[in-house]
C-alpha cells in the first residue's frame, strides 16, 4: 500500500505545497555524503544543492545577530551630552579669543605710534653736489651741458684774435660727434684741394650754401662757416639757373697764395683739441661716523647718445662672437667686458689721523691718477705711501682702471706710509713727528659732511 501511493501523492499535490512541505531528513540520509537526486533526472544531470533545514537556519540567523553585537560593541559609543558641553566650550574659546584681538588692536590704534628714524638714504646728504669739468681756456667750472654753451664763447674770443688757429681749435674742440667731424673736415680740406690743384678755375672758388652736402655736412659742423670766413671766403649772391643764389666765394688774391691754402689745410688737419677736463672737486673731511656713507648724485650713472652708440655696437660685436669658436679665456673676457659700466668713481682716502681726502675720477681713469691726487696733497710727497681697500694693498695695480679694481662708482681707501721708508726715517732721526700728512692750507679749510 505504501508503494503504491507514493508516486499518487507527488502527482496529484500542487508545486505550492511541495515547496512548503518540508521532510525531516532520517538518520541514515544525514550520514549520506552524497547529494539527493531527483527521481526524473537522468545519470548526467548535475546535481541540486538542498535547501537548508529550519534548524540550520535559525542557528545562521543566531550567529549573525552574534556578529552585529560584537561589530557594534568595538564601536566607541559617544556621549552626546560630553559632547555637546565640549562644543559649547570651544565656541565659549573662540569669543573670548575674538574679544582679546579687538581690544588689542583698538589699544593699537589709540597708542602712540613710534618715532621713525631720521635718516634715509633718500634723505641722505649728497656727497658730492655733482659732475663739474673745467674750461681749458679760462678754468671756469660748470656742469658738462652748462660748460659746451661756455666754450663756444670763449672761442669766438679766441677767433677774433687769431681766426684760422682759432677756428681749428674750435672745430676739433667742441664736436662730440667724431663720425660727423671727420666727414666735416674731409669736404673743407677738399675745398681747399680743389682751389689749390685748379688755380685759376673760377668754378672752385664758390660754394653754393643751397647745396645739400654743404648744408648737411659743413653748416651743421660748429666752426665749419667760421673756417671758411678765416681761410678768406666772402658770401655773395650769384646767378644760377636763371635765378639767383648766395654763394660762398674765396677772391682771386686769396687763391693765388698757394702757402696760405696749404697752411689752411695743415692747420685744420692737425689741429689739437682742447677738451674740459673732469674737475677733482677736492674736499677734505673732518673725522665723522658719518663719512662712511655716500650718496651720489643720477651723473655717476648717466650716459650721453655716443656712449649709447658704442653699447649697440659692442651687442653687434657680441652676436658675432657667438656665432665663432671661443677659449676660455676670451670668454671670460667678454664676461668682464659684459659688467655695468659706470661713468665715475667717487674715492676716499681716509688717513691715520681720521681725515678723509675726496676727489672725483672717471671710471676708467687709471688708478695711479689717483696715486697722484694724492700725493698732490701730501706734505711730504717725496716720501712712497700705500693704498689699500677691504681685500687689501693695491700694489703694481697703477695701470689698471678704477673700474677693473672694482673702486666704481664709489670707494674708500686707507692711507700709510710706507713700512721700510718708514723705519728708515726713524732710524735716522730718532722719532718721527705725529702730525698730519695732509698740507696745512687744505686742513684749514676742511669740512665735514
Known amino acids: ?59 545562521g540567523q543566531k550567529a549573525l545577530e552574534r556578529f552585529d553585537q560584537k561589530q557594534q560593541s568595538s564601536k566607541p559609543k559617544r556621549n552626546f551630552t560630553v559632547l ?102 674731409d669736404i673743407l680740406c677738399k675745398y681747399v684741394d680743389n682751389i689749390y690743384n685748379h688755380p685759376g678755375e673760377d668754378k672752385y672758388r664758390k660754394i653754393r650754401i643751397g647745396n645739400k652736402a654743404f648744408q648737411e655736412k659743413v653748416v651743421t659742423l660748429k666752426g ?50 682742447m677738451r674740459p677736463t673732469l674737475w677733482r672737486d677736492l674736499k677734505i673731511l673732518k673725522p665723522v661716523e658719518g663719512n662712511r656713507r655716500f650718496h651720489l648724485p643720477d651723473e655717476f650713472f648717466r650716459i650721453t647718445s655716443e656712449e649709447v652708440k658704442r653699447e649697440q655696437e659692442r651687442r653687434k660685436e657680441i652676436v658675432e662672437k657667438s656665432e665663432q669658436l671661443r677659449t676660455k679665456a676670451m670668454k671670460l673676457a667678454d664676461e668682464q667686458n659684459e659688467k655695468r659700466q659706470y661713468r665715475y668713481s667717487l674715492i676716499r682716502v681716509r688717513f691715520p689721523d681720521g681725515y678723509v681726502l675726496q676727489g672725483t675720477f672717471h671710471a676708467r681713469d687709471r688708478f695711479s691718477e689717483v696715486i697722484d691726487f694724492v700725493r698732490s696733497c701730501l706734505v711730504n710727497d717725496w716720501q712712497p705711501f700705500v693704498l689699500s681697500d677691504p681685500t687689501g694693498p693695491l700694489l703694481a695695480k697703477e695701470r689698471n682702471s678704477l673700474l677693473q679694481l672694482k673702486l666704481a662708482p664709489a670707494a674708500q681707501l686707507t692711507f700709510a706710509w710706507d713700512r721700510q721708508m718708514l723705519s728708515e726715517i726713524t732710524a735716522a732721526q730718532g722719532s718721527v713727528e705725529a702730525s698730519s700728512p695732509l698740507k696745512p692750507e687744505l686742513l684749514a679749510s676742511s669740512q665735514t659732511l
Not at 670766413?229 to 660762398?248: C, R, T
Not at 698757394?258 to 689745410?265: E, G
Request: proline share 8%; net charge negative.
Open 1 to 59: 500500500m505504501l508503494v503504491s501511493c507514493r508516486p499518487n501523492f507527488r502527482h496529484h499535490c500542487s508545486a505550492d505545497m511541495a515547496n512548503k512541505v518540508v521532510l525531516k531528513p532520517s538518520e541514515e540520509q544525514k550520514q549520506t555524503p552524497f547529494p539527493k537526486f531527483s527521481s526524473d533526472s537522468g545519470p548526467s544531470a548535475a546535481p541540486v544543492r538542498a535547501n537548508p533545514s529550519q534548524s540550520s537556519q535559525q542557528a
Open 224 to 273: 665749419g662757416i667760421e673756417f671758411l670766413q678765416a681761410v678768406g671766403f666772402q658770401q655773395k649772391e650769384l646767378p644760377h639757373q636763371d635765378a639767383s643764389e648766395l654763394f660762398w666765394v674765396l677772391p682771386e688774391e686769396f687763391a693765388q697764395d698757394m702757402d696760405r691754402l696749404i697752411s689752411c689745410k695743415t692747420s685744420l688737419e692737425s689741429g689739437e683739441a
Open 84 to 185: 555637546k558641553s565640549q562644543v559649547k566650550q570651544e565656541a565659549t574659546n573662540e569669543a573670548q579669543a575674538a574679544a582679546a584681538t579687538s581690544e588689542q588692536k583698538s589699544h593699537v590704534q589709540n597708542q602712540q605710534p613710534p618715532p621713525t628714524p631720521t635718516f634715509s638714504d633718500q634723505d641722505a646728504p649728497i656727497s658730492v653736489a655733482g659732475v663739474f669739468y673745467q674750461c681749458p681756456l679760462c678754468s671756469t667750472t660748470a656742469s658738462q651741458s652748462e660748460l659746451t654753451a661756455h666754450m663756444e664763447v670763449c672761442f669766438a674770443t679766441l677767433v677774433s684774435a687769431d681766426p684760422l688757429q682759432g677756428t681749428c681749435t674750435m672745430i676739433n674742440s667742441i664736436n662730440r660727434d667724431f663720425d660727423a667731424l671727420k666727414v666735416g673736415k
